[in-house]
């Protein structure tokens, strides 16, 4: 068999198989569970793996999309939260907020991916000085944050550490990571402060 033909058959193995859903993988049973614990009354399901709601009037219109990642035996199921947000005409590019600090949490940061590093260096300051937004971001538990801007307005996407699910398949079991009381208004109050201080930027 040519090369050629080689890496054909690794593309379309590596297609196919991203088509794949993992074994023992229930779609939408991860989001039922995130929308009980969000409690919230506005909660509507668009798809299976994909619903919106809003924490209040003023605030944006968040969806949540689930979404399964196959491994080694076992598979987790995420859930992300995104909104959208108008910007000022010169906002640009992509960045990801962190939380600064090797063993405890000391600050946050936001790492360029696309766009000038002064205006990451400007997201940076304008996120820690504002007091309610660095109140809510320093104990909430997310695994990423990005926040891109690509002309239209800010693209927010936010996945918690909370509101997932790992399944293995041996031993088998199931484990839900609830979103908390706490981990929950803590979501809450980010997302309203950065609808409001994305849009000054």
Known sequence: MSVRNLIMLAR????????????GYRPGATLER??????Q??????????????????GPLIEVHERAEAQLLM???????RFHTPASPWSEGCYQVHHTGAIRRTGLVCRRRKGPQDFADRLTLELSANPVLREA????????????????????????MGG????????????????????TRLLQQSILALYQVLRTL
């Open 164 to 183: 997932s699910e790992v399944v293995n398949r041996m031993p088998a079991f199931r484990r839900y990571i609830s979103l908390s009381i706490e981990q």
């Open 12 to 23: 379309l193995s590596e297609l196919f198989g991203a088509q794949r859903a993992p074994t």
């Open 137 to 160: 971001l320093m104990p909430l538990d997310f695994k990423t944050l990005t926040l891109e801007c690509n002309g239209g307005g800010w693209n927010v996407a936010l996945e918690h």
């Open 75 to 81: 598979h987790v199921v995420l859930t992300e939260f």
């Open 41 to 58: 009354t506005s909660f509507q399901f668009l798809a299976p793996v994909r619903a919106r709601f809003q924490f209040s009037p003023e």
């Open 34 to 39: 995130v929308r009980r614990n969000l409690g």
